[in-house]
């Protein structure tokens, strides 16, 4: 049962929803600065080769232009400094299409924009490489020792010898992250010191990037940041557009203010690098698992790499003696991926659970059962206990909640008129990690009234970060929720973790939880007294006559959080219609249940639970960016041609949560479920039409021209 006092387990509404929605709140661009001016950049034309010339001499007469930095004038930066993406500006050459090459600084946005449309560049271009499936042949090992081939066992022996198995290819295409606030940032000068207004998942990681690109001490850099509008991981790091406001700012000795447009984002932050992958799975006739091999090929920048990890659910979900895990990858003209939501996890489970579903139905298995034989007791990849893992209570619950009973073993047997309905099943995992992270809670106390403000540099990103560190410090404290200010997103803060893996909602929480615990310790030692009954921090505070009263600490995770494997898990189901005479597909339900430890506040977190179904549903059936081989730039470069969900595109959604108590992962066991909810989605709408229509479609999106 609930204690009905508590805060923390209650749903309650965001603190921060009404300045949100009457415009209070305050993002990258909303900041009053006085006297600023408007830069925007420009880009290449080509994919790769060298500027030979820019002619800049017509857009520099303009109306309204105060300046224009290209290679020739720009300062010399760090490009080892932090910044991912590297198009600082700082050599002539070109390395993908649509690189930053210059900046336009005007006393309006559209003067700017304009006068950029004037600059004259000529190129001594280079054959691009741009086509993944030319290339992929050629992909070699990553550089990065993480990703090095994962073996247990002998693979090729158990698929050789087995009687039912699976061997197919999957394959999932580059997307972008789309946040509904596209990247800006304001910059403003005094003397040494830049301020930067700015989107930042890590704010440190900002300030420390920012600081090191520009050849600043950290100290020097004050990055701001208190709301995000989306980022989904392009947030997570920061890329050109943040230094590059700061050196426009410092040029012409004034704030400015750049913002990326819609068009720009496809080649300036980072995307979802596209996926070929091979899963080979092999089973007894009673569905023991005796191997599973993932081999996954993909592509990099031709000056960075980054390789996300599709194998990981693969190494953790079923329990076999043969494993094999491996990555290729191959340089492209391309800007180089990054972490987007779910990162490995979203892309390598649909290939994993699309081939469970296969090797199910090729067993006469039901595709749950046959998951919950191969459950494993340890994690297959290290052989550490679990802190908890709720994956067969995932599924069990959800198929008796979704009504799993009713869908038919084979395809094509449920129909309702002109569309085919089909039910499909997945599982999914993320870790679960706790990163160090520092919190001041400050105490004032007017009468008998004692308010709290919490403080440490945070991030928000619409996932209701204001409102669970209240509730947090609520219970810790012996407050009600009103009574709780909370401020994050200020570098000037104390230094805290991101809102990136996973890993926010458990270091803040902890981290609060923690100093409201030494507050009232510390409270407790001034008055000199025993307490029969511990007291709340409030009664202290009144019975001591104290006005106010304030501490900091510097929150770590478990010294025994290691021991374990700590994951969220879940359990997704899909039913679908489709389309006898049109191949389209419809999601008309989507069930989600969740195991994540404890759940801070069940409204926001449903939230981002349904948000990360939504994008799933993206995944599988619309997302795709297109990029022509031609001349290696994104065709589809706005929401006219990137189709993102609409609201008719979604069915019915619903999110169970699983009672789960975690006594390893930290100390309030919070698991967190902020990139769960996008896990094995795809795969769950894949399987499903499937069982609808008997196509089994491996390659997202799901469109009409493959179904039929």
């Not at 020739?72 to 400094?81: E, I, S």
């Not at 592509?299 to 990981?312: K, Q, S």
């Not at 290290?382 to 073993?409: D, Y």
Request: aromatic content about 6%.
């Amino acid at each position: 049962m609930k204690d009905t006092n508590k805060a923390i387990g209650t749903p309650i509404s965001r603190i921060d929803g009404l300045a949100k929605v009457t415009g209070k709140a305050a993002y990258s661009m909303d900041h009053p600065v006085k006297n600023a001016a408007y830069a925007i950049l420009f880009k290449s034309t080509i994919a790769a080769g060298k500027i030979s010339d820019i002619d800049t001499s017509t857009a520099g007469k303009a109306p309204g232009v105060l300046a224009i930095i290209t290679h020739k004038n720009a300062p010399k930066l760090n490009v080892k400094g932090g910044l991912r993406g590297g198009a600082l500006l700082q050599s002539p050459e070109v390395e993908f299409f649509g690189q930053n090459i210059g900046i336009v600084i005007a006393e309006t946005f559209e003067q700017a924009r304009y006068a950029s449309r004037l600059i004259n560049v000529t190129y001594d271009k280079k054959e691009p490489k741009v086509d993944f499936e030319k290339l992929s042949d050629k992909a070699r090992p990553p550089k990065d020792k993480e990703k090095a081939d994962a073996k247990r066992g002998d693979v090729q022996t158990a698929l050789s010898q087995a009687t039912h198995k699976v061997e197919e290819l999957y394959q999932t295409p580059i997307e972008h992250h789309q946040p509904l606030e596209p990247h800006a940032a304001i910059a403003e000068w005094e003397g040494d010191k830049v301020t930067l207004y700015s989107s930042a998942q890590i704010v440190n990681g900002a300030q420390s990037a920012a600081a090191a690109t520009l050849n600043l001490k950290p100290e020097q850099v004050r990055i701001v940041s208190p709301y995000i509008g989306g980022g989904f991981g392009s947030k997570g790091g920061q890329w050109a557009n943040l230094a590059l406001a700061a050196v426009a700012a410092k040029h012409i000795n004034r704030p400015v203010k750049l913002a990326l447009t819609r068009q720009q984002m496809v080649n300036s932050v980072g995307l979802r690098q596209q996926n070929l992958q091979k899963v080979s799975l092999a089973a007894t006739a009673d569905g023991k698992l005796t191997a599973l091999a993932h081999e996954i090929t993909t592509h990099c920048a031709i000056d960075d790499e980054f390789v996300e990890p599709c194998g990981d659910c693969s190494k953790v979900m079923y329990d076999t003696p043969n494993s094999l895990i491996t990555y290729r990858v191959v340089p492209m003209n391309l800007i180089v991926p990054t972490y987007t939501r779910g990162p490995g996890k979203s892309t390598g489970s649909f290939a994993l659970e699309s081939a469970m579903d296969e090797l199910a139905y090729k067993l006469k298995m039901d595709p749950i059962e046959f998951r919950i034989k191969n459950e494993p007791e340890r994690d297959p990849s290290n052989g550490k206990p679990w802190s908890s893992r709720t994956t067969v209570q995932c599924l069990r619950e959800g198929a008796k909640a979704f009504g799993w009973e009713k869908r038919k073993s084979e395809p094509r047997q449920n129909q309702q008129g002109n569309y085919w309905i089909g039910y499909g099943v997945s599982a999914g995992t993320y870790p679960a990690r706790q990163r160090p992270t520092s919190a001041t809670v400050k105490l004032k106390r007017t009468g008998d009234n004692v308010t709290a403000t919490v403080e440490l540099a945070a991030a928000d990103l619409g996932t209701g970060t204001y409102t669970i560190l209240a509730q947090t410090a609520a219970d810790a404290l012996g407050l009600p929720v009103q009574n709780v200010k909370v401020k994050i997103g200020d570098s000037d803060l104390p230094p805290a973790a991101g809102a990136v893996g996973s890993v926010g909602a458990a270091s803040y929480a902890n981290a609060v939880n923690d100093a409201c615990r030494k507050l009232t310790e510390e409270l407790v030692t001034k008055s000199g007294k025993q307490f029969f009954a511990p007291p709340t921090a409030v009664q202290l505070m009144r019975s001591e006559k104290l006005t106010d009263y304030q501490t900091r600490v510097d929150s770590n995770p478990l010294e025994t959080a290691d021991d374990y494997s700590a994951h969220s898990f879940n359990a997704n189901f899909a039913e679908v219609a489709v389309n006898k005479s049109t191949g389209m597909v419809r999601v008309n339900r989507f069930l989600a249940v969740t195991g994540a430890g404890q759940i801070l506040n069940p409204k926001t977190a449903r939230s981002q639970i349904i948000g990360g179904n939504v994008w799933g549903i993206g995944m599988a059936l619309t997302e795709e960016s297109v990029v022509d081989p031609r001349w290696g730039n994104f065709v589809t470069r706005s929401f006219a041609d990137y189709h993102v969900p609409s609201n008719l595109d979604i069915g019915n959604l619903d999110a169970i949560f699983i009672r789960e108590q975690d006594e390893h992962v930290n100390t309030l066991g919070i698991k967190g479920i902020g990139e769960v909810g996008i896990v094995g989605v795809a795969a769950a709408v894949a399987n499903a039409v499937f069982n609808a229509t008997g196509k089994r479609v491996r390659e997202l999106p799901i469109t009409p021209d493959k179904v039929l």
